[in-house]
């Protein structure tokens, strides 16, 4: 049985032997079933089951090695698990390189006991090594509900004014399994002029491009861009996570597919003179992995151009477009209009800053 299913109702049968024209089975007695109980039959493995209780004085009963023995088998539960942490999180101050970080995920089954479930946080850099944060507990909200929560201590780049991690969300614990989900982390420092930072997500109804997103995901997001103290170079970076139910090669995902774009090769920054709007390009690489793999990521082609457009304001809004080397539409994040271009569309969580 599945994890956190009833137990089935347990049969004999008769092995060898014979019984009398009149007579079943059931009419030697009830049998009762027992599991070593040292070994109760709670979580996902395989228990043996003991029979005993059939007794008849004109029949000898023996039971196989002295007693019947079959065997349950507890599989794992599915379960989702969704990154509900911060989009962005500050140092502090503009001098202030590290910010302390607590993340959450919200867990959900469909039975048994929900606490013995746990989540692992991993945190991945634009560059450099993953922080592990866990395995977290999973504390109890409902009865097919829980959330888990984990702090670590991030880095954020000087140079380039922040670091943005994809943090991903594995469920664990022996007794439940399922995809990962994951979230964009932007870990921002809070400089005053020539800086545009920003971390959410957007919620997909008219993506487009041969790489387009599903109708009703979420596009995650977290940049930094800003100039260096000459004024005369960009620098930061983008981290952009689409998500697909197909393969880049079109075959269908086990799952469902993240695609992610990393972009830091800055080559335009535009602001207008009220400070409220900007737009800039970077070129960009793409990898992709499946959710219930994601420590499997498979690389994808680069030279692509991320074109970002953006407002701060009531709402924050945000367009996001990638091309690839033919200047083909690979994505788009909201494809409307006539002529059709990529607009910009509130965001679903988040902030987006100017400066």
């Known amino acids: 049985r599945v994890y956190g299913d009833s137990t089935p109702a347990f049969s004999i049968a008769l092995a060898s032997g014979t019984l ?3 007579d079943t089975l059931s009419s030697l007695g009830t049998p009762t079933y027992v599991t070593d109980p040292t070994n109760p039959a709670v979580n996902v493995g395989t228990y043996k089951i003991t029979v005993s ?64 479930a746990k989540v692992t946080f991993t945190a991945t850099p634009f560059t450099g090594t993953p922080i592990v944060c866990g395995p977290a507990n999973v504390g109890m909200v409902t009865a097919t509900t829980g959330t888990a929560v984990c702090t670590f201590t991030a880095p954020a780049s000087s140079t380039g ?72 170079n960009l620098q930061g970076q983008a981290n952009i996570i689409v998500r697909r139910s197909v393969k880049p090669d079109g075959q269908p995902c086990v799952s469902v597919c993240i695609y992610q774009y990393k972009a830091n090769a800055l080559s335009n920054l535009t602001v207008t003179p009220d400070g409220t709007q900007a737009s800039f390009t970077s070129k960009a690489n793409f990898q ?38 033919n200047n083909s539409l690979l994505y788009s994040s909201n494809w409307i209009g006539t002529p059709p271009r990529t607009t910009e569309q509130a965001l679903g969580g988040g902030s987006l800053q100017v400066h």
């Open 288 to 325: 992709w992995w499946d959710a219930l793999i994601p420590g499997v990521v498979n690389p994808g082609t680069g030279n692509l151009l991320l074109q970002v457009t953006l407002t701060d304001g009531s709402p924050d809004t945000i367009g996001i477009a990638i091309l690839d080397v």
């Open 20 to 22: 009398g024209s009149s």
């Open 53 to 116: 209780g059939l007794a008849r004085s004109n029949y000898t009963i023996s039971y196989t090695s002295g007693t019947a023995r079959g065997t349950l088998t507890i599989t794992v539960a599915p379960a989702t698990v969704a990154y509900t942490g911060p989009n962005m999180v500050s140092t502090g101050s503009p001098t202030n390189t590290t910010a302390q970080v607590t993340v959450s995920a919200t867990v959900t089954v469909t039975g048994g006991d929900i606490t013995t």
């Open 161 to 232: 004014g922040g670091t943005t991690y994809v943090v991903t969300t594995a469920i664990g614990g022996s007794n439940y399994a399922g995809p990962s989900d994951v979230g964009i982390l932007n870990v921002y420092i809070p400089l005053l002029v020539n800086f545009i930072t920003g971390g959410g997500y957007v919620n997909l109804t008219n993506s487009a491009g041969s790489y387009n997103g599903d109708t009703g995901t979420k596009n995650n997001f977290g940049f930094n861009v800003k100039y260096n103290k000459s004024g005369t």
